[in-house]
């Protein structure tokens, strides 16, 4: 099953770690067990954040990360270029372009919260049904 979720942004700095935050909020708002990549156990969803360019190498998109991911959330149509260009993936059935300029930095509480606006606003589309819960 594919279970795992991805944000990818230039640098994992502002849009994709708000992207893997509000949406991890939201799963478990709807009764989800919700876990980062790296985490081992049993979880309903894995989600997790990367860049194409970031500072910190070990937050660097790798292809690998893509295996067993749903979706994977781009910043903009340039991630997607650089995915598809420099990495080879292109599966464009699973990428979904969110349209976000890399006009933010969540440092400034005001730009924090219209970006976490933002991203729920475009991520509650994605989000799967409720949870059943077990009798």
């Known amino acids: 099953m594919e279970n795992k979720y991805l944000f990818v942004c230039y640098a994992n700095k502002n849009r994709s770690i708000t992207g893997e935050r ?6 478990k708002e709807r009764g989800f067990r919700v876990g980062g990549f790296n985490d081992s156990g049993d979880f309903d969803f894995y989600v ?45 059935s699973k990428i979904v372009d969110l349209d976000i300029q890399d006009d933010y930095d969540i440092r400034e509480e005001r730009h924090k919260k219209a970006l976490e606006r933002i991203m729920a606003a475009k991520l509650v589309f994605y989000l799967p049904r409720r949870r059943q819960k077990s009798l």
């Open 22 to 27: 509000v949406f991890r909020e939201m799963l």
């Open 48 to 92: 997790g954040s990367t860049g194409i360019n970031p500072e910190d190498q070990s937050r660097c998109f790798r292809l690998e990360m893509v295996e067993g991911v749903r979706t994977v959330f781009v910043a903009d149509e340039r991630i997607q270029r650089f995915l598809k260009r420099d990495y080879q993936y292109d599966d464009e």
